[in-house]
Every structure is written in structure tokens, then in C-alpha cells.
């Protein structure tokens, strides 16, 4: 059990002293919240396919579920305490595994919102558990490194085996009950984690991120991961746009995925060896390039290749994001929100882009250039700020 409010053995926990087992178990909890983002285009797309949802109405799925995992991962990290984590995880697990069951069985569009939203809360809480310790970690970039490289290769995994074996047999139904299956697994795991993690030093919650340098670095994690999810949502028809078939498209998809593995192992490599502020300033720089090419119209060997330095540089940023959100708020607050910055981004990015579509969709990809030169520049203020601060100190 990690030890109690204030103890520290002087290693590498701020707080407390968690095993390396139960820290894999806190991590794949929160992997578990986050499997859907790797699944979604194989169990949405089921659901479009067998017609129980229009396009429009998927997106609207897509969206909430995406929305609610922010707000769930936020509120379980800011409101509730670090106490009782193993029944918390177990409850949680088991409120997924009834959405899914929900989700298998729902009639109408307005159902599968209310079950993906009911899912997406609980997933967020999920993250928390993992989010939570590690933000007491003295190696909370690396440990976050850690955090998303399990999280992708169990989505590329799941993603694989549902495609391949459970939805030509059963459906989407079968998808999100096998979904639910691992929840229920899952359960055997969540008693492994820490039962009460120790309390990190800070007095307010809010009043440590509602100052410049934690909005700064938030604001430029958020748009950031907009970029993404907005060229993500309308990939195949950008491909399509330019004379790239859907079935191609989602083979850059799967490769996408793979090389989001790459990345976040690469990043577990390296991330002491990168300063954050040229590690972040150099991938906003491979974003805004990307988007660029798919505003361009290009050939399907050019357009593979910006679709997998997409995926590459996805994740590989997260354990940089999470130093700039350690150095905005040194009471690790900021670092709690980091998840919920993402995925309000991922949510927010296709919502916004649509707006600029008409017929054409090279708005998406020059909105996505916006959006990456927006981050860079969010946190240029942020080492602005940061200057400033301490000059005055």
C-alpha cells in the first residue's frame, strides 16, 4: 500500500512508495478507460455499417463519448480524494461493463448517446486512477510514457482481435460486449492497485491551475490534440478528395496506430535527453507540415507519409506535455488536467473543422495548421510568463 500523507522515501515518489506492481496495475486501469480511442473505428464504424446510426449521428456518439471522458477524468482527479482506489476502480470497471452491455443492446441513436456517455464517464474516472499516481511520481514523464505505450499496444491488440474474429461474427453488439468482457477482467487487476495514494503537497486545487502559466500550458496541450482529431475525423474523405480509396485509408489507419506505438516507445527513450520547450516547439513544427500536405492535394505516397508522422508524433509528445504542465503548477495539479486538455481537444478539433466544410474539405487540414501553430505560440506565451514570473521572484 503507497504510505500515507506526507511520507516519502526520497526515491522516485514525491509521495508514497508504490510497487512496480501496483503501479503496472494503476496503468492498465487507466488503459483501460482509454481503449475506445482505439476501437472506435472499429465499433462505431460496425454501428454505421449495420445501419443502426447515421453518419451524423455517429459523429454525435463519437463526440460525447469523447467529452465525457474529459470531464469525467477531470472531476474524479479534482473533486474526489486519493482514497479507497481499489473499490473506486472496481465500481468504475463495473459501470463501464454495464455501458457496454447498454451499448450492446440499445435501440436509436438517442440511446447509444446516453450509453457512450454514461461509458465516457466512467473511462475518464478509470484514467484518473493511472493520472493520479502518476502525478506523484519524481519521473512522471517517463512513467507517462509508460502510461500510453500500454494503453496503445492493448487498443492495437483489442482493435486487431475485434476486427478480425468478434464483429464478422457478431456484430457491434458482440464488440462492445467483448468490451465489456475485459472490464470485467479487468476487475481481478483493480485489486492490485493502491489502496489510498498519499497526499501531494498543495492546498487548493484550483487556485494552483487558474493562473497564467497552467491555462498557457493547457490551452497549448488542447490545441494541439484539436490539430489532430480534426485531420483524424475527416481523413477518408480528404483521401477521398484526392483520389485515395477508403479501403486504403484504413490501412493508414492501422499503420497510424503502429507507428503511435513507435512513438510513445521512442519518447520513453528520449524524454530525459529533450528539453520539453524544443521537443514540443519541434513537433508542433511536424504538425503544422503535415497539415500543410493535406491542404495540398497530395500523391497517396506523400499522403501515407504525413499520415504516419501523424501517428508518430501523437503520442510522443505526452511525456513532454506532461513536463510543461509539472513546470506550470510545481503542486502537480496542472498534470492532473492533462488528460482532459487531450481529449476536449479530440473532440472539440472535428466539431469546429466541420464548421468550415462546404463541399471541400481542405478547410479541415488548414484549420489543423491553426490549431498546431495556435500550441506552438501558447507555449512561447507560457515561457513568457514563466520569465516574467521568476524575474519578479
Not at 23 to 52: D, K, R
Not at 159 to 175: D, I, K, N, Q
Not at 370 to 385: N, P, R, Y
Request: aromatic share 8%; glycine share 10%.
Amino acid at each position: 500500500m503507497v504510505t500515507q500523507a506526507g511520507e516519502t522515501d526520497g526515491g522516485d515518489w514525491l509521495v508514497g512508495n508504490p510497487s512496480g506492481l501496483q503501479l503496472a496495475s494503476a496503468l492498465w486501469i487507466g488503459s483501460v478507460g482509454l481503449l475506445i480511442l482505439g476501437l472506435q473505428p472499429v465499433l462505431l464504424g460496425a454501428l454505421y455499417t449495420e445501419g443502426h446510426v447515421t453518419g451524423d449521428e455517429l459523429a454525435l456518439v463519437a463526440t460525447a463519448e469523447m467529452i465525457a471522458i474529459a470531464v469525467g477524468s477531470g472531476v474524479v482527479a479534482m473533486a474526489l480524494s486519493a482514497r479507497n482506489m481499489r473499490w473506486k476502480s472496481a465500481i468504475l470497471l463495473l459501470l463501464l461493463a454495464a455501458a457496454n452491455w447498454w451499448t450492446a443492446y440499445a435501440a436509436g441513436a438517442n440511446a447509444l448517446i446516453g450509453a457512450r456517455s454514461l461509458a465516457g464517464l466512467a473511462e475518464g474516472g478509470l484514467v484518473a486512477v493511472a493520472t493520479e499516481l502518476i502525478a506523484r511520481s519524481r519521473r512522471a514523464e517517463r512513467i507517462g510514457g509508460y502510461f500510453v505505450t500500454v494503453q496503445t499496444l492493448a487498443q492495437c491488440a483489442l482493435a486487431l482481435t475485434l476486427a478480425l474474429y468478434v464483429v464478422p461474427v457478431a456484430g457491434a453488439s458482440g464488440g462492445f460486449l467483448a468490451l465489456g468482457v475485459v472490464c470485467l477482467a479487468s476487475l481481478a487487476v483493480a485489486w492490485i492497485v493502491p489502496d489510498d495514494y498519499a497526499d501531494l503537497p498543495k492546498e487548493e486545487h484550483f487556485a494552483n491551475v487558474l493562473t497564467p502559466g497552467s491555462i498557457a500550458a493547457l490551452l497549448s496541450i488542447f490545441c494541439y490534440f484539436m490539430f489532430f482529431g480534426a485531420i483524424w475525423a475527416f481523413l477518408e474523405p480528404l483521401g477521398a478528395q484526392f483520389g485515395i480509396d477508403g479501403r486504403t485509408v484504413g490501412l493508414m489507419v492501422s499503420a497510424s496506430l503502429a507507428a503511435q506505438v513507435v512513438g510513445a516507445l521512442t519518447a520513453t527513450v528520449f524524454e530525459a535527453r529533450l528539453d520539453y520547450r524544443l521537443a514540443i516547439t519541434a513537433i508542433g513544427a511536424v504538425a503544422l507540415v503535415c497539415s500543410l500536405i493535406f491542404a495540398s492535394g497530395p500523391g497517396l505516397t506523400i499522403f501515407w507519409v504525413a499520415a504516419l508522422a501523424m501517428g508518430f508524433i501523437l503520442l510522443f509528445i505526452v511525456p513532454y506535455q506532461i513536463r510543461l504542465a509539472i513546470t506550470a503548477d510545481e503542486t502537480r495539479t496542472a498534470v492532473l488536467l492533462v488528460p482532459a486538455a487531450q481529449l476536449f481537444g479530440l473532440a472539440i478539433g472535428p466539431i469546429a473543422a466541420s464548421l468550415l466544410i462546404d463541399k471541400d474539405f481542405r478547410p479541415v487540414p488548414e484549420f489543423a495548421a491553426a490549431s498546431a501553430a495556435a500550441s506552438v505560440a501558447l507555449l512561447g506565451l507560457f515561457i513568457l510568463v514563466t520569465r516574467r514570473r521568476r524575474a519578479v521572484a
